[in-house]
């Protein structure tokens, strides 16, 4: 069965300094992979996707992640944090199967000081 | 271009009584799944639809079902409300044809007094 560990409930970043948040999967084949955000009150929008192919993947606001096979892992990266960047990410994992079920982390709150 | 709509944004609901939730799939998208998301966690997979019938569910008790419709179009549906019922109700759409994309709704916030 998939599963998602994210292991920051809260992170705090200063406006200007680069972001990393974690994520770690459990899947016994290639996963797909998705960060998605959700502001107060709100749906959840896709930053970013990974299926195949190159590693290092770019999404919406300059957000990347980078997909480690042998660390399981498919970390956030920002070079350089907006206040408009707090919010709440989502990693989720699905299966290659062509069923599109998601499994998602319990999720890590961005907060971001002046 | 439409994304996935969903209604009501809110409603509040007593305990015992039904609910039914809505949803528009982003055009172009023929599969839809629903998501709970309670206060503080990540959202829960309900259940899925694809050509008007169920293919996968969660784990989630048969007060919990869904509908969809030919225009792709899906309701879920919710019985004999508990207070634990009251979350943010997320539906997803995606395409059997064109890559394993979804999309989320703004949701659906039920509150169950």
């Known amino acids: 069965a998939q599963s998602v560990t994210q292991p920051d409930i809260h992170i705090t970043v200063s406006e ?9 999967y459990s899947y016994g084949a290639t996963p797909y992979l998705f960060w998605y955000v959700q502001s107060p009150g709100q749906g959840l929008q896709l930053l970013l996707k990974y299926f195949s192919g190159d590693t290092l993947v770019q999404g919406i606001k300059g ?6 096979r042998s660390q399981s892992s498919f970390n956030l990266r920002k070079p350089s944090v907006h206040w408009s960047d707090a919010a709440e990410y989502f990693c989720a994992v699905g299966a290659n199967t062509g069923f599109q079920k998601l499994v998602f982390g ?3 709150r961005l907060l971001v000081s002046p | 271009d439409a994304g996935v709509t969903q209604s009501p944004t809110h409603l509040i609901k007593t305990r015992g009584q ?8 982003k055009s172009g998208h023929d599969t839809v799944s629903w998501y709970q998301q309670a206060l503080g966690q990540g959202p829960q997979f309900i259940f899925q639809y694809y050509e008007e019938e169920e293919r996968q569910r969660g784990n989630f008790p048969d007060r919990f079902s869904g509908h969809q419709f030919p225009n792709y179009s899906s309701e879920l549906n919710v019985n004999a409300l508990l207070l634990g019922d009251s979350a943010l109700y997320l539906c997803a759409s995606s395409s059997s044809y064109s890559g394993n994309t979804i999309y989320f709704g703004e949701g659906s916030w039920l509150t169950v007094v």
């Not at chain 1, 200007?16 to 770690?24: F, V």
């Open chain 2, 18 to 25: 039904q609910v039914t939730l809505r949803c528009s799939p």
């Open chain 1, 16 to 24: 200007g300094a680069s972001l990393e948040l974690r994520c770690n």
């Open chain 1, 106 to 108: 319990t999720g890590t």
């Open chain 1, 63 to 68: 957000f990347e992640a980078e997909f480690k």
